[in-house]
């Protein structure tokens, strides 16, 4: 993931800046692994060593402390989220069935909602303890940003999930196109261990410039409870606050070179994606179709509208033959979606109407269709798929309620025909 400028240098200005004194304080939770909400739950309400008081810091030390470690949390679940669907994409990798292609799509899917969703709880430090803290020399410049910081990180975030849909929807079906998209993956892990480990020196420099053993100690229980990862690099002795600014800049030399790399890759996607545009104007099937991904147990296959999108797509669950809740990010996926739901704006009657011509010049035909009140649906039913086009407002939804089927791109079937 790229990160943003405003991110690494605001945790900088705490590293370079005077010799703040924070106390330990609680960490938010949220129970985003029970719901996804945009709401912010109750702190876990754990006690300071030095107030002896629960919920909310008694001190303006503590409430600023509390929102740092609130920033952690949210900033290491999202990282947490991320590198799930990286496991989804290499397992598809190592072996490139149907069923592990699913698992990856739906990955993605319930990882860009959460993100979507999560949100920082409401701030604990007040105007009148930054003033507070400023009088007494305490750097507040942190707390300041983190808002704006967070929603940065967020919004990166969903931009990589964008650019991981693209690869799984789209560049999945073409060998080198994939090798690229796991390149990618590749160096997406690499970030997102120098992120956490970012935070995790941010962290160790707040403790060591506290330099209280009681209140570290208390700190770090409560990041080996919500935050393990960025508690797994946090120092096991602590290191003077000069020498951890001193591997930040290393940190942050790697960050750079890192992001270099996912330049190159993307850029290098262009290009592969230009040639196949060459190859599809010169009508050269048979050489995109020597490049064809080998994907085993596909169901049925149908090509992409012109005008489809992969921007709102829904995976679902049943049970009894009802829906329950999806899976959270992070929990195992024992078996594939029974549902897809995929919603797209600005198609028109007409296109939709097309479309459905297009399909039963192949021989797929409708189970019949109703319109009423300016929606229209179409039914279908094939080789044990069931799904059903929406039509309402220019709004288009694909309701593929048992067995869902695989979209491809345009120009599958010919390059496929091409090298039979």
């Known amino acids: 993931m790229k990160r943003i400028l405003l991110v690494m240098l605001m945790a900088i200005t705490l590293l370079t800046t005077g010799q703040p004194v924070f106390s330990a304080a609680s960490v938010h939770t949220q129970e985003a692994r029970k719901t996804v909400s945009a709401a912010s739950e109750a702190s876990p309400g ?68 959460h993100i979507s969703n999560y949100r920082l709880p409401e701030f604990q430090t007040s105007r ?38 693209d690869g799984i929807m789209d560049d999945v079906f073409l060998k ?33 410039s506290l330099n209280d053993d009681e209140r570290t100690a208390e700190f770090c229980g ?17 290191k003077s606050p000069e020498k951890i600014e001193e591997e930040t800049t290393v940190l942050l030399d790697q960050i750079e070179k890192l992001l270099l790399d996912r330049t190159r890759i993307i850029g290098a996607r262009k290009n592969r994606r230009n040639e196949l545009k060459e190859l599809l104007e010169k009508e050269d099937y048979a050489a995109i ?17 012109l005008w489809y999108e992969n921007e709102e797509i829904y995976y679902y669950w049943k049970e009894d033959g009802k829906v329950v809740k999806a899976p959270d990010p992070g929990t195992a996926l024992e078996r594939v979606p029974d549902g897809v739901k995929i919603t797209i704006a600005g198609v028109t009657k007409d296109e939709l109407l097309e479309y459905q011509a297009e399909l039963e010049d192949i021989g797929l035909t409708s189970h019949g269709s109703t319109e009423e009140d300016g929606k229209l649906n179409i039914l279908y039913q094939y080789d044990g798929s069931k ?13 593929m309620t048992e067995k869902p089927f695989c979209f491809v791109p345009e120009w599958y079937f010919p390059a496929q025909k091409a090298v039979e």
Request: hydrophobic content about 40%.
């Open 387 to 399: 799904f059903t086009f929406i039509w309402e407002e220019n709004i288009f939804t694909i309701l």
């Open 46 to 113: 754990t006690q300071t060593a030095s107030s002896g008081e629960s919920g909310k810091g008694s001190t303006a030390e503590d409430r600023m402390l509390n929102d740092l470690a609130n920033y952690i949390y949210q900033c290491e679940t999202m990282y947490r989220d991320l590198l799930w669907v990286l496991d989804h994409f290499e397992r598809f990798d190592e072996n490139k069935t149907w069923e592990n292609l699913q698992f990856a799509r739906a990955s993605l899917a319930i990882t860009r909602l």
């Open 176 to 208: 080198d196109q994939w090798e690229l998209c796991m390149q990618h993956a590749a160096v997406l892990r690499e970030l997102t261990a120098c992120d956490i480990q970012y935070l995790a020196n941010t962290a160790d420099w707040v403790l060591a």
């Open 222 to 238: 409560l990041m080996d409870r919500y935050c393990p990862m960025t508690r797994a690099c946090q120092a096991s002795v602590l």
């Open 289 to 305: 179709g020597a490049n064809l991904m080998e994907i085993s147990d596909l169901p049925l296959t149908l090509s992409y509208p």
């Open 128 to 165: 009148e303890d930054q003033s507070e803290l400023m009088r007494r020399g305490i750097d507040v410049s942190l707390i300041e940003t983190l808002e704006d910081a967070f929603k940065d990180e967020q919004t990166t975030m969903n931009n990589t999930c964008i650019n991981l849909q």
